[in-house]
DNA sequence: TCAATATATTGACAGAGTCCAGATTAGTCG
DNA sequence: CGACTAATCTGGACTCTGTCAATATATTGA
């Protein structure tokens, strides 16, 4: 995998016309190099990197770039929300014993799989699906 | 539909070895009565219908009954846990405007949806489905 | 560079859920 | 029926995520 340099991040912003600022820089890097990682982690991991953040510019920037789709946030059962770069249709597989998490690719192709049996009148536009199940390091033999 | 009575719901926790007390009958007879409800909400059922509860006990039921399988819980991004009675394979449907929600069955019938385009070695116990969009009543013109 | 505007900091606060220790109650056995 | 034992319930404190609001600071563009 390419290291996301700087600039990768700061053009990232510009090009969704937000303005470069050490914290959004660090929380963006922090959100593709630590995958699916909570709002917490990606505090702890600017902090390393920029020496200090206050929790509310951490959560401030990360809703704002979710506001211009480069970042995207999703709120497994039993877990606070996760937050990944990976912005197209795609789900997630979470091992119910260590946590570890997969992104998958969507069931039906580039095609979103907005279709349920019957839709009750509502006009869908997202299909989350969370599969939950155990990973192989968690599988027994 | 049949209204639940005292007995339906004493049977049910019978049914499942679990001992019958006041607070347990009026969760059970709460989930069942109000669809996707909070806690928060059966709490307040639950006072209306026996006078007091502290909410941990409603906790603890919940807790107990979901072990049992005769309620289930899902957590829609952005809402506290909800509770229902319906514990077959089925998933939601989820207004992004108010926030009101169905039942929907499985997409793929009985069998459940556990097929992912790439399991990545997960062994896969259920898939979990929610469909944002919006109701007929918040859909303009 | 300077001013206008957008961001960041700080500290208080709220909602959901859990933990704990002690009191109460249900179900069981003699 | 009465007492025992395990299961439940109560109340209160506490944690963890996340948000609000006021003030201070940095960014951008002329």
Redesign the pocket.
Known sequence: MTPTSVSDASDM??AVG???????LAVYRAVVHLHHA???QICEQVRHEIG??????????L??MRVHRIVRRF?PAG???RYETRVDNHHHLICRQCGSMCDVDCAKGTAPCLHPVDDHGYFIDEAEVIYWGTCPDCTPN
């Open positions: 912003l510009r937000l303005s470069v600022t050490a914290q959004r909570t709002a917490d200090a953040v206050s929790r509310q510019a951490v959560y401030d920037a809703q704002t709120e877990s606070s929300a």
